[in-house]
């Protein structure tokens, strides 16, 4: 109960100081508001950048042409050899018929050219399209796939996909560590904040020392009041999050420059977002608060 009756007193006198020492903590929250944007922003930025990498990761096929003249136990082995390559995550095979259908069906260009031909006169080939593990590796994976007996001709959109693949990364890693970079600079911008505002209360903290009160029923309430400043500090940043990215996504379509590369659907993405800025935020205003009052706590 003792616990309970200095929790309560705790969350009482903080909202107290909060009302109290307004104009200190207005400073804090505007700090907060201001550095939970940027956060945010990045936030976004990195999360998709990932899902383009991740769709195009899902998306990109090997197409593996085989010989006209592969005969059907030929073919057999190219897929036993196919299969046992270690980047192979899994592979379908159309003949060429199918192939044919398959192009009639997508074009009516190419359905009036295909029709005119017999099968005998087609020039396409029986394909495998190949999904990899790992796409870093894929041109390594079609150079292997491309020695092999009866393959004719391996694409997989070489040069475009490799400077994707590598532009996409690059950006990832750079979002990550602006996200990183960002929470520890709100860090140290909070807690520079919150001392003012506690040094400022120097006395206060002095005189319940004087009259023997723990240092965690001192630390306790300032604890709870940078808890509550990062609240109040990211409410802000959460509706521009989430009414912000609507805005973004249903502006460009879904997508950016082309349709692969899509962004991430608002739902669930803009909660999960916004309670990633809230628990920064929260987080951050109580190791501020921690931080800048152990200092007057020291003997």
Request: glycine share 6%; aromatic share 8%; charged share 25%.
């Given at each position: 109960?003792?616990?309970?009756?200095?929790?309560?007193?705790?969350?009482?006198?903080?909202?107290?100081?909060?009302?109290?020492?307004?104009?200190?903590?207005?400073?804090?929250?505007?700090?907060?508001?201001?550095?939970?944007?940027?956060?945010?922003?990045?936030?976004?930025?990195?999360?998709?950048?990932?899902?383009?990498?991740?769709?195009?990761?899902?998306?990109?096929?090997?197409?593996?042409?085989?010989?006209?003249?592969?005969?059907?136990?030929?073919?057999?082995?190219?897929?036993?050899?196919?299969?046992?390559?270690?980047n192979v995550e899994k592979y379908t095979f159309q003949t060429k018929k199918e192939v044919k259908e398959r192009m009639q069906k997508e074009s009516e260009v190419f359905n009036t050219v295909l029709s005119?031909?017999?099968?005998?006169?087609?020039?396409?080939?029986?394909?495998?399209?190949?999904?990899?593990?790992?796409?870093?590796?894929?041109?390594?994976?079609?150079?292997?796939?491309?020695?092999?007996?009866?393959?004719?001709?391996?694409?997989?959109?070489?040069?475009?996909?490799?400077?994707?693949?590598?532009?996409?990364?690059?950006?990832?890693?750079?979002?990550?560590?602006?996200?990183?970079?960002?929470?520890?600079?709100?860090?140290?911008?909070?807690?520079?904040?919150?001392?003012?505002?506690?040094?400022?209360?120097?006395?206060?903290?002095?005189?319940?020392?004087?009259?023997?009160?723990?240092?965690?029923?001192i630390k306790l309430p300032f604890i709870i009041e940078g808890m509550i400043l990062g609240l109040m500090g990211s409410i802000i940043p959460i509706v521009l999050t989430t009414y912000g990215y609507l805005?973004?996504?249903?502006?460009?379509?879904?997508?950016?420059?082309?349709?692969?590369?899509?962004?991430?659907?608002?739902?669930?993405?803009?909660?999960?977002?916004?309670?990633?800025?809230?628990?920064?935020?929260?987080?951050?205003?109580?190791?501020?608060?921690?931080?800048?009052?152990?200092?007057?706590?020291?003997?």
């Amino acid at each position: 109960m003792k616990v309970f009756r200095m929790l309560g007193r705790s969350i009482r006198d903080a909202f107290k100081s909060v009302i109290r020492n307004f104009s200190l903590s207005l400073a804090s929250i505007s700090c907060i508001t201001i550095t939970l944007i940027i956060v945010s922003i990045a936030l976004i930025a990195s999360f998709n950048v990932e899902n383009f990498t991740t769709a195009i990761e899902r998306d990109m096929t090997i197409v593996v042409f085989l010989d006209s003249d592969a005969t059907e136990k030929e073919i057999e082995q190219v897929e036993f050899d196919i299969k046992a390559i270690e980047n192979v995550e899994k592979y379908t095979f159309q003949t060429k018929k199918e192939v044919k259908e398959r192009m009639q069906k997508e074009s009516e260009v190419f359905n009036t050219v295909l029709s005119s031909w017999e099968d005998e006169e087609s020039p396409l080939k029986d394909t495998f399209q190949v999904k990899v593990k790992d796409i870093e590796k894929i041109k390594a994976t079609a150079d292997e796939i491309k020695s092999l007996e009866n393959v004719s001709v391996v694409r997989y959109g070489e040069g475009m996909v490799d400077k994707m693949v590598t532009a996409f990364s690059s950006i990832e890693k750079v979002t990550y560590g602006v996200v990183i970079a960002l929470v520890v600079v709100t860090v140290f911008l909070i807690i520079n904040t919150i001392k003012l505002t506690i040094s400022a209360r120097r006395k206060e903290i002095g005189i319940m020392r004087l009259v023997g009160a723990s240092n965690i029923t001192i630390k306790l309430p300032f604890i709870i009041e940078g808890m509550i400043l990062g609240l109040m500090g990211s409410i802000i940043p959460i509706v521009l999050t989430t009414y912000g990215y609507l805005v973004f996504y249903k502006h460009f379509d879904g997508h950016l420059y082309s349709k692969l590369i899509q962004l991430i659907t608002p739902e669930p993405f803009i909660y999960q977002a916004s309670l990633i800025v809230l628990g920064i935020g929260i987080l951050v205003g109580m190791i501020g608060s921690a931080s800048a009052v152990r200092r007057y706590l020291k003997i």
